[in-house]
Protein backbone atom coordinates (compact mmCIF):
# COMPACT_ATOMS: atom_id res chain seq x y z
CA UNK A 1 0.00 0.00 0.00
CA UNK A 2 2.44 2.44 0.81
CA UNK A 3 4.15 1.95 -2.69
CA UNK A 4 0.66 2.58 -4.28
CA UNK A 5 0.71 5.60 -2.28
CA UNK A 6 4.10 7.06 -3.49
CA UNK A 7 3.45 6.16 -7.01
CA UNK A 8 -0.13 7.92 -7.39
CA UNK A 9 1.45 11.06 -5.29
CA UNK A 10 3.92 11.32 -7.66
CA UNK A 11 1.30 10.74 -10.73
CA UNK A 12 -0.84 13.38 -8.56
CA UNK A 13 1.88 16.10 -8.41
CA UNK A 14 2.99 16.13 -12.15
CA UNK A 15 -0.25 16.50 -13.18
CA UNK A 16 -1.57 20.19 -14.18
CA UNK A 17 -5.03 19.49 -12.73
CA UNK A 18 -3.59 20.02 -8.93
CA UNK A 19 -2.11 23.39 -9.25
CA UNK A 20 -4.92 24.51 -11.72
CA UNK A 21 -7.64 23.50 -9.16
CA UNK A 22 -5.51 25.81 -6.65
CA UNK A 23 -5.21 28.31 -8.46
CA UNK A 24 -8.51 28.54 -9.83
CA UNK A 25 -9.77 28.23 -5.96
CA UNK A 26 -7.72 31.26 -5.40
CA UNK A 27 -9.07 33.66 -8.26
CA UNK A 28 -12.87 32.66 -7.04
CA UNK A 29 -12.46 33.75 -3.55
CA UNK A 30 -10.99 36.94 -4.75
CA UNK A 31 -13.43 37.41 -7.07
CA UNK A 32 -16.12 37.05 -4.38
CA UNK A 33 -14.73 39.77 -2.55
CA UNK A 34 -14.12 42.29 -5.43
CA UNK A 35 -17.64 41.59 -6.34
CA UNK A 36 -19.64 41.36 -3.21
CA UNK A 37 -19.84 43.40 0.03
CA UNK A 38 -17.87 41.25 2.34
CA UNK A 39 -19.85 40.62 5.75
CA UNK A 40 -19.05 38.39 8.79
CA UNK A 41 -21.22 35.39 7.20
CA UNK A 42 -18.30 35.40 3.98
CA UNK A 43 -15.87 35.52 5.96
CA UNK A 44 -16.86 32.41 7.91
CA UNK A 45 -17.82 30.97 4.42
CA UNK A 46 -14.20 31.72 3.19
CA UNK A 47 -15.61 33.55 0.64
CA UNK A 48 -17.07 31.01 -1.00
CA UNK A 49 -14.89 28.42 -0.96
CA UNK A 50 -17.10 25.99 0.63
CA UNK A 51 -19.00 26.13 -2.65
CA UNK A 52 -16.08 25.84 -5.36
CA UNK A 53 -14.15 23.32 -3.06
CA UNK A 54 -16.36 20.50 -3.52
CA UNK A 55 -16.66 21.42 -7.41
CA UNK A 56 -12.98 21.76 -7.78
CA UNK A 57 -12.30 18.54 -6.13
CA UNK A 58 -14.93 16.38 -8.58
CA UNK A 59 -13.16 17.77 -11.74
CA UNK A 60 -9.84 17.09 -10.08
CA UNK A 61 -10.57 13.25 -9.03
CA UNK A 62 -12.19 12.48 -12.53
CA UNK A 63 -9.31 13.76 -14.12
CA UNK A 64 -7.08 12.04 -12.00
CA UNK A 65 -8.30 8.53 -12.81
CA UNK A 66 -9.74 9.09 -16.27
CA UNK A 67 -5.91 9.91 -17.18
CA UNK A 68 -4.68 6.69 -16.80
CA UNK A 69 -7.93 5.09 -18.87
CA UNK A 70 -6.86 8.09 -21.54
CA UNK A 71 -2.99 6.90 -21.74
CA UNK A 72 -4.26 3.44 -21.40
CA UNK A 73 -1.45 3.33 -18.50
CA UNK A 74 -4.14 1.93 -16.11
CA UNK A 75 -3.04 -1.56 -17.77
CA UNK A 76 0.00 -1.76 -16.79
CA UNK A 77 -0.40 -0.33 -13.14
CA UNK A 78 -3.05 -3.39 -13.59
CA UNK A 79 -0.27 -5.61 -14.45
CA UNK A 80 1.98 -4.52 -11.88
CA UNK A 81 0.26 -4.69 -8.99
CA UNK A 82 -2.89 -7.55 -8.42
CA UNK A 83 -3.86 -6.21 -5.42
CA UNK A 84 -6.24 -3.70 -7.20
CA UNK A 85 -7.96 -2.59 -4.47
CA UNK A 86 -4.54 -0.80 -3.40
CA UNK A 87 -4.52 1.30 -6.44
CA UNK A 88 -8.31 2.61 -6.23
CA UNK A 89 -7.44 3.62 -2.00
CA UNK A 90 -4.63 4.60 -3.03
CA UNK A 91 -6.17 7.00 -5.64
CA UNK A 92 -8.59 7.60 -3.48
CA UNK A 93 -6.72 8.56 -0.36
CA UNK A 94 -4.48 11.17 -2.55
CA UNK A 95 -7.40 13.09 -3.85
CA UNK A 96 -9.10 13.32 -0.63
CA UNK A 97 -5.79 14.50 0.61
CA UNK A 98 -5.64 17.10 -2.11
CA UNK A 99 -8.97 17.96 -0.75
CA UNK A 100 -7.52 19.04 2.77
CA UNK A 101 -4.88 21.06 1.16
CA UNK A 102 -7.57 22.83 -0.70
CA UNK A 103 -9.24 23.23 2.70
CA UNK A 104 -6.05 24.71 4.63
CA UNK A 105 -5.40 26.93 1.81
CA UNK A 106 -9.15 28.41 1.40
CA UNK A 107 -8.61 29.35 5.19
CA UNK A 108 -5.18 30.63 5.34
CA UNK A 109 -6.28 33.09 1.90
CA UNK A 110 -8.95 33.91 3.93
CA UNK A 111 -7.64 35.67 6.34
CA UNK A 112 -5.22 37.03 4.02
CA UNK A 113 -7.98 38.46 1.93
CA UNK A 114 -9.75 39.90 5.61
CA UNK A 115 -6.54 42.01 6.13
CA UNK A 116 -5.52 43.05 2.98
CA UNK A 117 -8.36 43.70 0.67
CA UNK A 118 -11.08 44.01 3.21
CA UNK A 119 -9.59 45.77 5.86
CA UNK A 120 -10.12 46.03 9.34
CA UNK A 121 -11.95 49.57 9.20
CA UNK A 122 -14.53 48.01 6.77
CA UNK A 123 -14.86 45.03 9.06
CA UNK A 124 -13.06 44.51 12.27
CA UNK A 125 -11.94 41.42 13.68
CA UNK A 126 -14.12 42.42 16.80
CA UNK A 127 -16.80 42.55 14.56
CA UNK A 128 -16.81 38.92 13.96
CA UNK A 129 -17.75 38.26 17.35
CA UNK A 130 -21.56 37.50 17.86
CA UNK A 131 -23.33 36.51 21.37
CA UNK A 132 -19.86 35.09 23.06
CA UNK A 133 -19.37 32.96 20.03
CA UNK A 134 -16.61 34.02 17.78
CA UNK A 135 -17.13 33.31 14.27
CA UNK A 136 -13.62 31.74 14.35
CA UNK A 137 -15.47 28.82 16.39
CA UNK A 138 -17.96 28.76 13.57
CA UNK A 139 -15.30 28.89 10.68
CA UNK A 140 -13.50 26.15 12.44
CA UNK A 141 -17.07 24.04 12.20
CA UNK A 142 -17.03 25.23 8.59
CA UNK A 143 -13.54 23.56 7.78
CA UNK A 144 -15.01 20.53 9.31
CA UNK A 145 -17.87 20.34 7.68
CA UNK A 146 -15.99 20.55 4.35
CA UNK A 147 -13.50 17.64 4.94
CA UNK A 148 -16.06 15.58 5.83
CA UNK A 149 -18.00 16.55 2.69
CA UNK A 150 -14.81 16.10 0.81
CA UNK A 151 -14.47 12.97 1.37
CA UNK A 152 -18.20 12.48 0.00
CA UNK A 153 -17.38 13.87 -2.96
CA UNK A 154 -14.33 12.01 -3.62
CA UNK A 155 -15.60 8.70 -2.97
CA UNK A 156 -18.77 9.90 -5.72
CA UNK A 157 -16.71 10.96 -8.12
CA UNK A 158 -14.14 8.19 -8.47
CA UNK A 159 -17.51 5.91 -8.83
CA UNK A 160 -19.41 8.12 -11.03
CA UNK A 161 -15.98 8.30 -13.22
CA UNK A 162 -16.27 4.32 -13.03
CA UNK A 163 -20.31 4.29 -14.17
CA UNK A 164 -20.35 7.05 -16.42
CA UNK A 165 -16.40 6.46 -17.82
CA UNK A 166 -16.52 10.12 -19.33
CA UNK A 167 -14.37 13.09 -17.57
CA UNK A 168 -17.17 15.73 -18.85
CA UNK A 169 -20.24 14.09 -17.50
CA UNK A 170 -18.58 13.78 -13.94
CA UNK A 171 -17.84 17.18 -14.05
CA UNK A 172 -21.48 17.96 -15.09
CA UNK A 173 -22.89 15.92 -12.42
CA UNK A 174 -20.55 17.61 -10.34
CA UNK A 175 -21.80 21.23 -11.09
CA UNK A 176 -25.70 20.38 -10.91
CA UNK A 177 -25.10 18.63 -7.36
CA UNK A 178 -23.21 21.68 -6.32
CA UNK A 179 -25.65 24.54 -7.15
CA UNK A 180 -29.01 22.36 -7.41
CA UNK A 181 -28.78 19.17 -5.33
CA UNK A 182 -29.98 21.10 -1.66
CA UNK A 183 -32.68 22.72 -3.22
CA UNK A 184 -33.71 19.18 -5.20
CA UNK A 185 -33.18 17.96 -1.25
CA UNK A 186 -35.33 20.75 0.35
CA UNK A 187 -37.92 20.06 -2.39
CA UNK A 188 -38.07 16.49 -2.22
CA UNK A 189 -38.88 16.88 1.18
CA UNK A 190 -41.47 19.46 1.49
CA UNK A 191 -43.35 17.80 -1.36
CA UNK A 192 -43.29 14.57 0.63
CA UNK A 193 -43.56 15.70 4.48
CA UNK A 194 -45.02 12.62 6.10
CA UNK A 195 -42.00 10.87 4.65
CA UNK A 196 -39.21 12.97 6.01
CA UNK A 197 -37.99 10.86 8.59
CA UNK A 198 -36.89 8.65 6.09
CA UNK A 199 -36.58 10.74 2.66
CA UNK A 200 -33.72 13.27 5.11
CA UNK A 201 -31.21 10.38 4.90
CA UNK A 202 -31.25 11.19 0.97
CA UNK A 203 -27.61 11.55 -0.42
CA UNK A 204 -28.51 15.22 -1.31
CA UNK A 205 -29.23 16.54 1.84
CA UNK A 206 -25.38 15.85 3.11
CA UNK A 207 -24.52 18.67 1.12
CA UNK A 208 -25.66 21.07 3.81
CA UNK A 209 -23.05 19.44 6.44
CA UNK A 210 -20.65 22.50 5.43
CA UNK A 211 -23.21 24.84 6.33
CA UNK A 212 -24.79 23.43 9.45
CA UNK A 213 -21.75 23.05 11.46
CA UNK A 214 -21.30 26.11 10.76
CA UNK A 215 -24.50 27.43 11.18
CA UNK A 216 -26.92 24.76 13.65
CA UNK A 217 -30.17 26.65 12.15
CA UNK A 218 -29.56 24.48 8.84
CA UNK A 219 -30.61 21.26 10.72
CA UNK A 220 -34.53 22.60 10.95
CA UNK A 221 -33.43 22.46 6.87
CA UNK A 222 -31.80 19.18 6.85
CA UNK A 223 -34.08 17.73 9.76
CA UNK A 224 -30.73 16.12 10.76
CA UNK A 225 -28.90 16.96 13.75
CA UNK A 226 -24.84 17.34 13.52
CA UNK A 227 -24.30 13.95 14.75
CA UNK A 228 -26.29 12.54 11.95
CA UNK A 229 -25.48 14.03 9.13
CA UNK A 230 -21.78 13.84 9.67
CA UNK A 231 -23.05 9.65 10.14
CA UNK A 232 -24.51 10.23 6.80
CA UNK A 233 -21.85 11.54 4.85
CA UNK A 234 -19.58 8.91 6.18
CA UNK A 235 -21.66 6.31 5.52
CA UNK A 236 -22.41 7.62 2.05
CA UNK A 237 -18.91 7.98 1.63
CA UNK A 238 -18.44 4.17 2.63
CA UNK A 239 -21.00 3.26 0.23
CA UNK A 240 -19.91 4.82 -2.63
CA UNK A 241 -16.24 3.38 -2.10
CA UNK A 242 -17.87 0.33 -2.35
CA UNK A 243 -19.38 0.62 -5.25
CA UNK A 244 -16.83 2.42 -7.37
CA UNK A 245 -14.39 -0.19 -6.16
CA UNK A 246 -16.57 -2.89 -7.51
CA UNK A 247 -17.55 -1.25 -11.15
CA UNK A 248 -13.40 -0.27 -11.28
CA UNK A 249 -13.24 -4.33 -10.71
CA UNK A 250 -15.41 -4.63 -13.37
CA UNK A 251 -14.41 -1.78 -15.84
CA UNK A 252 -12.71 -2.96 -19.06
CA UNK A 253 -9.72 -0.96 -20.15
Avoid at 171 to 183: D, Q, R, T
Avoid at 206 to 228: D, K, R, V, W, Y
Amino acid sequence: MKHSLSAELFKFTHQKTASVGILTLLLLMIYSVLTTNTTATQVVFEFGAVQWIPIIIIAVASAFFDMEYRNRTILILLYKNTNHWQIYLAKLLIVWLYSVILTLIATFFTIVLKSWLVGSNQLSWSALIIDRQTQLSLLIGNVLGTLIYALFIVTLSFMLIMLLKLNAAVIGVGLALGFLGAGFSIAFMKSFITLIPLFRWNPLNMIFITQQLANPSFAAISHLSNGEIIVGNLIYSVIFTILGYDLFKKRCC
